[in-house]
């Protein structure tokens, strides 16, 4: 597979990816951003915009926290919308990877 189609891949699945990991509870960018980089690979400077259009779409609210060591941490949480989004997007996924699946079971 060449890079360009990996690229595109974990692009077309980090909404995904992002909303099914604030559906196990709040979290902040850079344990987003780390969380994603050790898992498919995604750069911390992807994430970001990712994040402030996720919340202008109204799919994740957010809130600060001070912190006694450095600068405050913005946690993001999901709202209803996105898990409403979150649902649609987990249907939209398994039914893209079983039709795959069956269109490379063909070719074997």
């Given at each position: ?10 692009k077309g ?15 902040y ?19 970001y ?42 249907r ?17």
């Open positions: 597979m060449t890079e360009s189609i990996q690229v595109q891949l974990k699945a980090l909404d995904l990816c992002v909303l099914a990991l604030l559906s196990r509870g709040e979290s960018g850079y344990e987003i951003a780390s969380t994603l980089a050790s898992a498919v690979g995604m750069g911390e400077g992807t994430i915009p990712l994040m402030r259009r996720m919340q202008n779409d109204g799919l994740v609210a957010t809130r600060l926290v001070e912190s006694a060591s450095g600068p405050s941490r913005k946690y993001y949480r999901l709202t209803p919308m996105g898990q409403g989004a979150l649902e649609a997007h987990r939209d996924w398994r039914s893209f990877v079983a039709a795959v699946d069956q269109l490379l079971g063909d070719q074997t």
